[in-house]
């Protein structure tokens, strides 16, 4: 671990720093959401794989949840296949949902396997379909019509809700020291499989297994303000507040409710962090300052950092 660059006073300090952490976060569940837009840069993404590996080996149980709507958009754009978001979800018929499956349940999941498994690790891949993980429903939105008539009724097709968990193929590979990647795709009673938003997913999956920590990666280095700057501790009320003020927007609504959800449902936090930093995981649950945005329920005072202290 020490180079020339790096002398082993500061080494010793790091692992000094960290060993609270680990022994707070040994036995206990960490679902990463590892965002399509932070899986851009090749040095990263095996960044990504080792801090996986890492965690595993220190006797935290990884859960690695992964979106890919960049990667779904190139494929589509290939085939010609125009592709349009209402609310932040992305419009799925049948032949885009044959798309999704085939970039986010191959293509991109199984790319993640692959990393992690060189990196020392032994990852499995599965989507919502495997061992019945993730049961769904087609999303209902609704949209704000005329005043005088009842909200519209929006179809974005093959666009999906969580409605169950069932964990049992989760406990079984964590008991056999896998590490579980999951692509984010749903299915309901009648087999029909459902695109799901990544974020939602992650959430889902750490209220029911009680995770000790939510960490969504994406691209920017948190929740900013309209100035730029990075928010942290953020409570409920005030997440409302950055809505109604339009400073929360897009593809960072389905993060902050589900990391609402999640800390309300027994989570102990949750924080969305930059994966354009290497070894952003390790930062977020190993150093005191941590990286990015923790939002914490009512009974947390998470107000003064981006991490929890052990
Ligand atoms: N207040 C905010 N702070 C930071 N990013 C925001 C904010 N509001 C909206 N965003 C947008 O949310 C995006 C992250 O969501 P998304 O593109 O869906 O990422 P991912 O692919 O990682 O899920 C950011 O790139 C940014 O454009
Ligand atoms: C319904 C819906 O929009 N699903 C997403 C699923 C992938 C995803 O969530 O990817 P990111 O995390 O990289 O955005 C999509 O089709 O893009």
Redesign the pocket.
Same mark, same amino acid.
């Given at each position: 671990m020490s180079n020339d660059a790096t002398p082993p006073t500061q080494v010793a300090h790091v692992l000094t720093e960290a060993l609270p952490y680990i022994r707070r976060f040994h036995g206990r569940t960490v679902v990463v959401?590892y &965002?399509?837009?932070?899986m851009v840069d090749e040095e990263l993404k095996r960044g990504f794989a080792r801090d996986v590996v890492l965690m595993k080996l220190v006797g935290i149980n990884p859960v690695v949840v992964h979106?890919g709507? #960049?990667q779904i958009g190139t494929v589509l754009e290939r085939i010609g296949k125009e592709t349009e978001f209402v609310q932040?979800m992305r419009v799925t018929d049948s032949e885009t949902m044959d798309v999704v499956e085939m970039v986010l349940g191959g293509l991109v999941n199984k790319e993640i396997v692959s990393l992690i498994n060189t990196h020392g690790g032994r990852a499995v891949g599965l989507s919502g379909k495997d061992g019945g993980l993730i049961q769904a429903r087609r999303l209902t939105l609704t949209g704000t019509g005329p005043a005088e008539k009842a909200p519209e009724i929006i179809d974005i097709g093959h666009v999906g809700e969580v409605t169950g968990i069932d964990p049992s193929l989760m406990s079984l590979l964590d008991g056999a020291d896998f590490i579980p990647v999951v692509a984010p795709i749903g299915v309901d009673e009648a087999g029909i499989s459902y695109n799901i938003n990544?974020?939602l997913v992650a959430g889902h999956l750490a209220q029911t297994l009680r995770a000790e920590k939510l960490i969504?990666?994406?691209?920017?280095a948190?929740?900013?303000?309209g100035a730029g700057n990075l928010l942290t501790g953020l409570d409920a009320e005030r997440v409302a507040q950055?809505i109604d003020d339009g400073?929360?927007? &897009? &593809?960072?609504? #389905?993060?902050v409710d589900c990391a609402l959800q999640a800390v309300r449902n027994g989570v102990g936090a949750a924080t969305i962090i930059d994966?354009r930093v290497p070894h952003a995981v390790l930062l977020e649950l190993f150093t005191d300052s941590g990286v990015g945005t923790l939002i914490h329920g009512e009974d947390v005072n998470g107000a003064s950092g981006a991490t929890q202290a052990p």
């Open positions: 959401k &965002g399509g837009n932070a979106g709507g #960049p932040g990544a974020d969504l990666m994406t691209n920017t948190g929740i900013l303000d950055l400073t929360i927007h &897009g &593809g960072m609504l #389905p993060k994966g």
